[in-house]
Structures are given as C-alpha cells and as structure tokens.
C-alpha cells in the first residue's frame, strides 16, 4: 500500500451494491431468464416454461424492491452518521445493468469503490457467471 494512500482518511470514495437483479413484471420474465442462460443454448420454451415460477408472483422477482430498501437504509444511515459516501446499484441480469453503473461511477470521477454483493451464499452460478457475464 502506498503511503500517500494509507494516510487517505476516505479509502473509499463510493459504494456499489452488486446484485443478480429480477424480471419486475410479466413481459420481463423470458428477456431476464434469456440473460441469465446467455449462452447456454436453452430453448426460448424451456425458458418460458421456468417463467412460469415468476408468473405465480406476478412476474416479478423480489430482489429489486429488496435492493432498492436496502440503498434507501443505506443513505440513510449514511446521512445520519454525516457519512458522505454516494450509493451505486448495479446488478448483472437486469437494470440497471452494472455495466451502466460502473460507467457512471467513472464519468462522476469514483475511483475507490467498496463493492457489497447481495449473494446470501455461494453458488455456481454466482460464482463461474459473472467471468463471462454479457449484456445484450
């Protein structure tokens, strides 16, 4: 570590929550599911077939609402502790797409950002996807 950087008394100057994301509504169902398998050649009927999971919930996944309580506690704490530290979302099969965030993280000049991943538990898909994750 350098000197200069470890007498910084702001290590980070933002942070990004990094989610999975969720389809947030019936028409988003098959798209999200499409991003998720990217790749893996699984019939668009098979993937509308697992759809059907979502369709019991109203197509829509939970973990974007979870995301976006989980940015306002955030801020809030943060404020409340006289913490100025912008909060990023960006998550890796559904908007916004991590790739958007991480541009806008660069184009506002954030260069030192602390990353919080949603995962509960480690996984394969959590794990192995992310290295050959692409957006369409």
């Known amino acids: 570590m350098s000197h ?20 947030e509504g019936p028409d988003d169902v098959v798209p999200f599911l499409e991003n998720v398998t990217r790749g893996r050649g699984i019939p ?8 059907q999971h979502y369709f019991l919930f ?3 996944s939970p973990i ?4 976006r309580e989980l940015l306002a506690a955030l801020r809030t704490d ?14 890796r099969n559904w908007a916004p797409y991590l790739v958007d965030t991480l541009r806008e993280l660069a184009a506002a000049g954030h260069r030192r950002v602390l990353t919080l ?8 898909a959590a794990a192995s996807t992310g ?3 692409r957006r369409r």
């Open 117 to 124: 991943a949603t995962s509960a538990y480690a996984n394969y």
């Open 64 to 67: 974007n609402g979870q995301n």
């Open 58 to 60: 109203g197509g829509v």
């Open 4 to 23: 200069a950087h470890a007498a910084d008394p702001r290590p980070y100057d933002a942070l990004l929550l990094l989610s999975f994301g969720g389809p």
């Open 78 to 91: 943060f404020a409340g502790a006289g913490l100025e530290l912008p909060v990023y979302w960006g998550n």
């Open 131 to 133: 290295r050959t994750s």
């Open 44 to 51: 668009r009927e098979r993937l509308a077939e697992v759809g």
